[in-house]
T-cell receptor, first 113, second 113 residues
Framework: GNSVTQMEGPVTLSEEAFLTINCTYTATGYPSLFWYVQYPGEGLQLLLKATKADDKGSNKGFEATYRKETTSFHLEKGSVQVSDSAVYFCALSDKTSYDKVIFGPGTSLSVIP | DAGVIQSPRHEVTEMGQEVTLRCKPI?????LFWYRQTMMRGLELLIYFNNNVPIDDSGMPEDRFSAKMPNASFSTLKIQPSEPRDSAVYFC???????????FGPGTRLLVL
């Protein structure tokens, strides 16, 4: 079945460091891929998405490229801020199943000043 | 626009009591999802509805859990009787058919003593 694997956290970085959170997926067909972010005490919210191979999603300085050949969708940011501290979820949509989204386990990021 | 609304935001109850969680999706959205989030198990999909009809309830942990969606603007998740292992954050999310992005509510933090 479809699944998402993420690098395990927690990840701790200093402010202005480079961020990479790895995500790989297993899916039949051509799913859309997402990164959601959950700030402390809040629900998840969409950070960025990509709907087909080689698409790059971007938002708030974060980027991720849909790599079909490596089944990956790694999240990157060139310079993190304290306000980026959150849990990041990689996800894919199962287009054959009523818009159901499959979430990865989440990666916790802490950015220290 | 109001987002997804959940109530209550916090619930503390004693084992054996009935708990009812409520959700109002974004107006016009076709799908409604109930999730449970714990440290041990991460984010789990419990059940989801399309146009008020339950599509997949395979994630509902046991018969103590039930969910209803009597109309397009309201859903409930009921636990009867509650147990300490039900302590978690319960999220409701909604989406539009074909748009894939899910919009999450702020969650209900449930503690069963």
């Amino acid at each position: 079945g479809n699944s998402v694997t993420q690098m395990e956290g927690p990840v701790t970085l200093s402010e202005e460091a480079f961020l990479t959170i790895n995500c790989t997926y297993t899916a039949t067909g051509y799913p859309s891929l997402f990164w959601y972010v959950q700030y402390p005490g809040e629900g998840l919210q969409l950070l960025l998405k990509a709907t087909k191979a080689d698409d790059k999603g971007s938002n708030k300085g974060f980027e991720a490229t849909y790599r079909k050949e490596t089944t990956s969708f790694h999240l990157e940011k060139g310079s993190v801020q304290v306000s980026d501290s959150a849990v990041y979820f990689c996800a894919l949509s199962d287009k054959t199943s009523y818009d159901k989204v499959i979430f990865g386990p989440g990666t916790s990021l802490s950015v220290i000043p | 626009d109001a987002g997804v609304i959940q109530s209550p935001r916090h619930e503390v109850t004693e084992m054996g009591q009935e708990v009812t969680l409520r959700c109002k999706p974004i107006s016009g959205h076709d799908y409604l999802f109930w999730y449970r989030q714990t440290m041990m198990r991460g984010l789990e999909l419990l059940i989801y509805f399309n146009n008020n009809v339950p599509i997949d309830d395979s994630g509902m942990p046991e018969d103590r859990f039930s969910a209803k969606m009597p109309n397009a603007s309201f859903s409930t998740l009921k636990i009867q009787p509650s147990e300490p292992r039900d302590s978690a954050v319960y999220f409701c999310a909604s989406s539009l058919v074909g748009q894939e992005t899910q919009y999450f509510g702020p969650g209900t933090r449930l503690l069963v003593l």
